[in-house]
Every structure is written in C-alpha cells, then in structure tokens.
C-alpha cells in the first residue's frame, strides 16, 4: 500500500472511529438532494454510485434507490473497520479505472475525493463513462488548499469547469467558503457562498450527461 493509501486509512483510524459502522450517517443527505435542489424522490429506484466513498456510509439515507454502491480503494479496509454493518455496497477499486461498464448508473457522485485521486482528469472520464445519458453527476471538490499526502492535487475552480465541461451539462455550480476548522461538511452546511474564486473554498457542481 502506498503512503497516500496508508495515511488515509490511518485518518479513518484514529479520527471517525466513532462513527463508523453507524447505521445511517443522515448529514450526507443534504448533499445528494438540498444542495444541488434535488428531491430525495429524485433517488428512488435508480443506481447511484459514489467514488470515493469512504467509510461513514454516505448513501444508507438512500434506502429507495434500485442499487447503492461505494467505490473506493480502501472499501475492503473499510469493511474491516465496520462499514460491513452498512445496507449500500462497497467496492474496491480507483477512480481511474471505474469496475463498472459503461452508462451502469443513473447518479455519480464524487464527493471530497477528487483532490484525492491520482489523475483527476481521468477520474472525471470515468464517471462521465459509466453515467446513463440523462443521469446526473454531482460533485463537491474543496479548492484552492495546498497539497498534502492525501489530497495530492490543488484544484481552482476554473480548471474543474473547463474539465466537466467536456463531459457534460453544467446544471448548478456555487463555490461555499471554508471554514477556518475546514470541515467540509460543516462547511456545506453554512451555506455561506465564496465569490473569491482564488481562496480555499469548496466547489459543488451539479452536472447532467
């Protein structure tokens, strides 16, 4: 495993114990129906999948939909841990190169992730790959921070535009300002938008293939 990989699984370790294997982990919801003026109806009887899930069980709110997936490198540490309690599914495997054929899910989603992954331009292919024609993806991307050993790649909002913009239609797009603890979920919660494009925010897109 290399060092990026270890340093995530060592975050999940020692800082969400508690939270993992929880039953529903409801403050994700906001983030697939409020933010991007969505319904949860919207989720009922679809595929969703969510790259870069992580452990906390970001789509056991989405008790309606045909098929929850989560895809992430670590899925089968994150079973280990207690993510195996969880009714979604969780997969093993990279952004980069997506396990699922091509137009599999009705809803994408990437978020807190793309920062993460190894080449964002592909990761973005992928998920324009294996969304339907007419489905949705929808991504939260904290911009602007210096790089780390997880979240290798600074990322400006213009550069995320230009590269969703060759996949599909742009539907809603708003960058939140980030807090000085820089929780993102906290974050997104405030709902205070960010109209200084060069500053650390988080950028929420909401894109339709």
């Given amino acids: 495993m290399n ?84 009714k979604m599914s969780y997969i093993k495997g990279s952004a980069e190169l997506v396990p699922f054929a091509s137009n599999s899910f009705d809803i994408v989603s990437c978020f807190n992730a793309l920062d993460h992954v190894d080449d964002p331009e592909c990761a973005l292919g992928e998920m324009s790959r294996i969304c339907r024609p007419g489905g949705r993806i929808l991504l939260i991307v904290e911009t602007n921070h210096p790089p780390t050993a997880t979240e290798p790649h600074t990322l400006a909002v213009p550069q995320i535009l230009a590269s969703v913009g060759k996949m599909a239609k742009v539907e809603k797009e708003i960058v939140l300002k980030l807090r000085n603890d820089g929780d993102i979920y906290a974050s997104i919660s405030d709902q205070r938008l960010e109209t200084d494009l060069s500053a650390q925010g988080i950028a929420c897109i909401s894109l339709r293939a």
């Fill in 3 to 86: 060092i990026k990989r270890l340093c995530e699984i060592d975050f999940w370790r020692k800082h969400h114990a508690n939270a993992l294997g929880r039953p529903d982990n409801l403050h994700f919801q906001h983030c697939f129906t409020d933010l991007f003026d969505l319904t949860p109806s919207v989720y009922d009887g679809v595929a969703i999948v969510d790259i870069g899930c992580g452990p906390l069980g970001s789509l056991e709110w989405a008790d309606k939909a045909k098929l929850r997936v989560g895809l992430d490198p670590l899925a089968d540490k994150y079973l280990a841990l207690g993510a195996d309690n969880h």
